[in-house]
């Protein structure tokens, strides 16, 4: 399961998702600092699948963990070569530009 939040702002829809067990947890490696912040995070608890119809909606997203991340990729909303590991936890980040 993942846990999912939205938050509108000023006509932007960001997307925040975690891995359910990662929440709460903080990750270092050298200067890299990784926080699953219970407040930014802890919103809905969904599955993976319903996952796709948030980042369709989304125009920033901020993922964290195994299967939040490899779902956007598989869905083409993450390029799998911009995935940050901070100790072996992936984060990636999305913002869609309109033109």
């Known amino acids: 399961m993942i846990y999912v939040k939205v938050y509108r702002v000023q006509g932007e829809v960001l997307l925040a998702a975690c891995d359910e067990e990662l929440l709460g947890k903080t990750f270092r490696e050298g200067e890299l600092k990784l926080e699953v912040k219970e407040r930014f995070y802890r919103g809905e608890l969904v599955d993976e699948d319903a996952l796709g119809a948030m980042l369709e909606e989304a125009t920033?997203?901020?993922?964290?963990?195994?299967?939040?991340v490899?779902?956007?990729?598989?869905?083409?909303?993450?390029?799998?070569?911009?995935?940050?590991?901070?100790?072996?936890?992936?984060?990636?980040?999305?913002?869609?530009?309109?033109?």
Do not use: S, W
């Not at 920033?60 to 939040?68: D, K, M, Q, S, V």
């Open 60 to 68: 920033i997203a901020n993922l964290t963990g195994e299967r939040c």
């Open 70 to 99: 490899r779902k956007a990729i598989e869905l083409g909303y993450i390029d799998e070569t911009r995935v940050l590991r901070i100790q072996g936890v992936p984060h990636a980040q999305m913002a869609k530009l309109f033109l």
